[in-house]
């Protein structure tokens, strides 16, 4: 008895002719990675696109000076305890303020006195005063820099001596409380015993213990107010409310999408060639021979049509910036990779489902 000598082909042969079905356009290759793109990119989008509402959204609630909180006692602060706050986890500045006892009057507008507070060596930080612009003297308002005509480096001469303009800084009237707009902050070289009368902590993210320890900044309670603690700018909200929950759901839905149309377009690309395919294997071309070349072409226009999915996302991330750039490709990138892996699913399906004894039936139905 003999047996049937299965026919082998040499991988150069079957990847051969994976080249010349790409290149004639027998393999539809150029139709499929345009509605690769087009569906598995626009996903991937949606799903970034999520992310990045959702970092504009906390870098403007902090740009707005919301994640910073105020506590009020006047004459009742300790400088230096306020200060320590900011060596806890999630503090990035914190300083304590107080008006000044001493009006002080710059002799160029001696009708004007300008509206002046003391504050610890680093309120500055919580101002956004660089590292290089750290430089010792007083600190003003940009509105009133420019009524003064005044610019770091520069001196102010007032009733109280000559002081150098360390810096400015920018306090725009969209919602902030505190008379900081046009004001002049005049650090101290050291923390004094005097007390002050806010403690300010800029805390992201938000975090409860933080405020509860902004409390025993507080000297002493006289029983008859209490401290207030409130945001600097509560126009968007005493907290921020974050969506994380809804963040995932629509990248896992884009994700599920983005495979249903990676497996649909693989099983499609097979079905599509399913008489050609019939017949290549009722004169002998093994399966195993067909896997490898259909694999190869799907693989080819799944590649380009990634790569052309795949730059809006990066673009969405690069727009946005770091340090949040990777957080909100990578979504994207997920439903981009997913689909990929499920076009090669979806070939393989279709491979299995088609049959040789089915030729004549393909080619009645085609």
């Not at 105020?70 to 990035?92: F, I, K, N, P, Q």
């Amino acid at each position: 008895m003999t047996t049937r000598r299965v026919p082998r082909m040499r991988p150069a042969s079957v990847l051969g002719e994976a080249w010349r079905d790409l290149a004639t356009g027998t393999s539809h290759a150029f139709l499929f990675t345009l509605v690769f793109a087009l569906l598995v990119g626009s996903l991937a989008l949606v799903a970034s696109a999520d992310v990045a509402r959702e970092v504009r959204a906390a870098r403007d609630y902090q740009a707005s000076g919301a994640s910073i909180q105020t506590l009020t006692y006047d004459g009742r602060v300790d400088g230096a305890a306020c200060e320590a706050l900011a060596s806890l986890h999630g503090v990035r500045a914190a300083g304590a303020i107080r008006a000044s006892a001493d009006d002080v009057v710059d002799l160029a507008l001696p009708s004007s006195p300008l509206s002046t507070f003391d504050v610890t060596e680093s309120f500055r930080d919580l101002l956004s005063i660089t590292a290089q612009e750290a430089t010792p003297g007083v600190l003003l308002a940009d509105s009133l820099a420019d009524d003064l005509d005044a610019h770091p480096g520069s001196r102010l001469t007032t009733t109280a001596g000559v002081a150098p303009i360390a810096a400015t800084f920018s306090f725009p009237d969209d919602g902030r409380r505190g008379d900081l707009g046009s004001a002049l902050l005049v650090p101290q070289s050291a923390v004094t015993t005097l007390p002050y009368d806010q403690c300010w902590v800029d805390v992201w993210p938000q975090n409860d213990e933080v405020l509860r320890l902004l409390r025993t900044t507080v000297t002493s309670m006289d029983g008859q107010d209490t401290p207030v603690v409130l945001p600097l700018n509560s126009r968007l909200g005493s907290t921020f409310v974050a969506r994380g929950d809804d963040i995932l759901t629509i990248g896992r839905a884009a994700a599920v999408g983005g495979s249903f149309v990676g497996f649909s377009l693989g099983y499609l690309a097979v079905r599509l060639r399913r008489l050609e395919l019939a017949a290549a294997r009722h004169v002998g071309v093994p399966l195993g021979a067909q896997a490898f070349g259909q694999l190869a072409q799907a693989s080819t226009w799944t590649v380009v049509g990634a790569l052309v999915a795949v730059l809006p996302v990066v673009w969405s991330g690069v727009d946005v910036g770091p340090p949040d750039a990777a957080a909100i490709a990578v979504p994207g990138i997920a439903v981009v990779v997913s689909a990929g892996v499920t076009v090669l699913a979806g070939v393989a399906l279709g491979l299995v489902t088609t049959r040789e004894r089915h030729l004549f039936r393909y080619f009645k139905e085609r």
